[in-house]
């Protein structure tokens, strides 16, 4: 079975902490020692060994202004010229990943997509399979104006998330605003060239006005149910049921803090299990009716500490276990499949342009 995760940060790694995603996680764990720095929990060995097949690789650049600047943040941008810079660089990374490696493949178009799970039919060699990347801008800073995104395009961004942190475009999670004037532009924009909108890290306003206008697909690449987490970061079950009605997928993380109500920074992450995750995803399901708006969006790499994630979880190769999860929950088949790949899948065919 091949498993989409909506949610990993690659390149902002690669950038920040010069993280090589061809080495196994262990290896870099190994080689960074005791730094004080974020447990590295993926590469393309890793996901490959737990059947993930695709991942949508973010895009992502901190302002200086970020008030929960981190040691290890060590680029940051001041202005857009900036965030552009920032950026290219990474899209650069996913693209010489995937000239300099026949394992990975820049999913471009639906001929990419479908050679790439072609490559991973029953019986298909694990050194014979090839991991995808979708190139996805998680905040549009770097989106100079609007029609600049013309640019990205060409480069191979098919998935925009406007807010990460607060944007010329969008007002971010904890904030009250929604879209700007230039965001609406923004989302004609996309909607031309047929891109996938992300309303990760949206304000709820920004997130509901989204919806309600966008014409072209929806997904939220990471984020879980305000249910199990009472903050700006989780979904509510209005935005829940708008996005299903809207046939939209939510990628549901792994990071412990949106899984369990009670649970801390600090706290042991025994107090966590996957089958925390599958709370999450059954929650969605019951809410929306379907096992069709529900998916993996791990955020495995985002910086978090090691003791934040599930006590099954030590890299994104132990990630394979979301299945065994969800069957002993009842769950047929299909709608295992459909949760850790198909729906994902199903949201790129509909995006992505011919080739």
């Known amino acids: 079975m091949l498993i989409v995760d909506a949610h990993q940060n690659i390149a902002f790694n690669a950038q920040q902490l010069g993280r090589d995603y061809e080495r196994w ?17 993926t590469s393309l060995p890793d996901n490959l060994m737990s059947g993930i097949g695709i991942v949508y690789g973010s895009i992502i650049v901190m302002p200086e202004s970020f008030p929960l600047q981190e040691s290890w943040h060590k680029l940051t941008y001041r202005a857009a010229d900036d965030a552009k810079l920032l950026a290219t660089w990474q899209m650069d990374y996913y693209r010489r990943l995937a000239d300099e490696q026949d394992q990975i493949t820049l999913i471009l178009t639906r001929s990419d997509l479908e050679a790439v799970i072609a490559s991973w039919q029953d019986g298909a ?29 060409e480069l191979g961004v098919r998935i925009v998330a406007p807010a990460c942190q607060p944007t010329r475009y969008c007002a971010a999670a904890g904030f009250t605003g929604g879209l700007t004037a230039l965001g609406y532009e923004l989302l004609d924009v996309l909607a031309d060239y047929g891109i996938l909108l992300d309303v990760s890290h949206m304000s709820e306003r920004a997130c509901q006005q989204a919806i309600e206008t966008y014409p072209g697909g929806i997904i939220a690449s990471h984020a879980n149910p305000r249910y199990f987490y009472e903050g700006p970061r989780g979904l509510s079950d209005q935005t829940i049921r708008a996005l299903a009605e809207r046939d939209g997928v939510i990628g549901i993380m792994v990071y412990n803090r949106y899984l369990r109500r009670d649970w801390r920074p600090g706290d042991p992450n025994r107090r966590v299990g ?8 059954d929650y969605v399901c019951q809410l929306t009716g379907s096992a069709a708006h529900a998916g993996l969006g791990s955020d495995i790499d985002g910086g978090y500490a090691y003791a934040s994630f599930p006590q099954e979880v030590d890299t994104s190769a132990d990630l394979w276990q979301l299945g065994d999860c969800l069957r002993d929950r009842g769950f047929a088949d299909d709608d295992v499949q459909a949760i850790l790949g198909g729906n994902h899948l199903r949201k790129l065919k509909e995006a992505l342009p011919e080739g």
């Open 125 to 153: 060699p694990l050194r014979g399979r090839i991991g995808g990347i979708v190139a996805l801008m998680e905040g549009a800073e770097p989106v100079t104006e609007p029609r600049q995104f013309e640019e990205w395009m």
């Open 25 to 41: 996680a262990w290896q870099l764990r190994e080689s960074e020692g005791d730094q004080n720095l974020p447990p590295a929990m």
């Open 274 to 281: 996957l089958d925390h995750w599958a709370d999450a995803v």
